[in-house]
């Protein structure tokens, strides 16, 4: 599946196949976790721990207190495939 690959990172944008990310170190679905579900979505040289996912998780933000960048990569994540179609 060829879809735009979106590091909530650094920003880096790959449109690739869904395999091909995977070999490169993309956590991303459908190869990484579930459209629509919240986890990391990042290329393969950051780390996790600036993450929408760690956001809520592991610093317990309320959706609600979350900053913009972030709010956007939500918005993208729930609304997958559609918002990552090349």
């Known amino acids: 599946m060829i879809l735009k690959h ?3 990172v650094c920003g880096l944008e790959e449109v ?3 395999e091909e990310a ?3 170190g993309w956590d991303y679905p459908p190869v990484m976790g579930s459209f629509t579900v919240v986890s990391p979505r990042t290329c393969g040289d950051c780390s996790i721990d600036r ?3 760690w956001e809520l998780i592991v610093n317990h933000i309320s959706v ?3 900053n913009e960048h972030h709010k956007l990569t939500l918005s ?3 609304n997958e495939p559609e918002s990552i179609k090349p």
Do not use: A, F, Q
């Open 6 to 8: 979106i590091c909530e």
């Open 51 to 53: 993450t929408l996912w």
């Open 16 to 18: 690739i196949d869904s």
């Open 22 to 24: 995977y070999n490169n």
């Open 64 to 66: 609600e207190n979350l």
């Open 76 to 78: 993208r994540i729930l």
